[in-house]
């Protein structure tokens, strides 16, 4: 009696096998490897292309669905740039019972990203947007709490493209 429940399952196992899942990787299969072209800043934010492009190679690593490699030997090349970044007020502590002064924050990054294969004239991907968000407290130092903001926000843009580059078939 304990061979026919091993039976059926291993029957049923083989009648799903061919229902059309896949594991792993759903990227175009011809496109193994990919590069990061450094990042345009089209806002007033400090740095914020270096970091994007930090981001953006460390989250393609961490996907591991595209081999990370160096323009010249990439089959495809992500070109981004970030187009706006917004900063409002989430929360409000009072200071001397009189004055409001925001302590939360919230910041939203805009990117604008292609995927293109090297000596082709169509992209492989043409221009899409993601935006990443995040909050953060300003903390002692307003300066260091908008960066690690920033940092966080470029962090969840990041992870957006690269959802959308290595599944947007």
């Not at 004055?99 to 805009?110: A, D, G, S, Y």
């Not at 292609?114 to 903390?139: D, N, Y």
Request: glycine content about 8%.
């Amino acid at each position: 009696m304990s061979r026919l429940p091993r039976t059926l399952f291993l029957l049923l196992f083989l009648l799903l096998g061919g229902c059309g899942y896949q594991v792993g990787s759903l990227m175009h299969p011809q496109v193994k490897t990919v590069a990061v072209a450094p990042v345009v800043n089209e806002t007033v934010a400090y740095n914020v292309a270096a970091e994007m492009r930090g981001l953006l190679c460390e989250c393609f690593m961490t996907d591991g669905s595209l081999k990370l490699v160096d323009e010249k030997e990439a089959d495809c090349i992500v070109y981004a740039r970030v187009v706006s970044i917004r900063f409002s007020e989430v929360n409000w502590s009072t200071v001397n019972d009189d004055l409001f002064v925001p302590n939360e924050w919230r910041v939203q990054l805009k990117v604008e990203f292609s995927v293109i294969i090297p000596g082709s004239a169509k992209p492989l991907i043409s221009t899409r947007s993601v935006t990443g968000s995040a909050e953060f407290q300003t903390g002692p130092d307003m300066y260091i709490g908008r960066r690690n903001g920033i940092r966080q926000a470029a962090y969840d843009a990041a992870k957006q493209l690269v959802t959308a580059v290595t599944e947007g078939w």
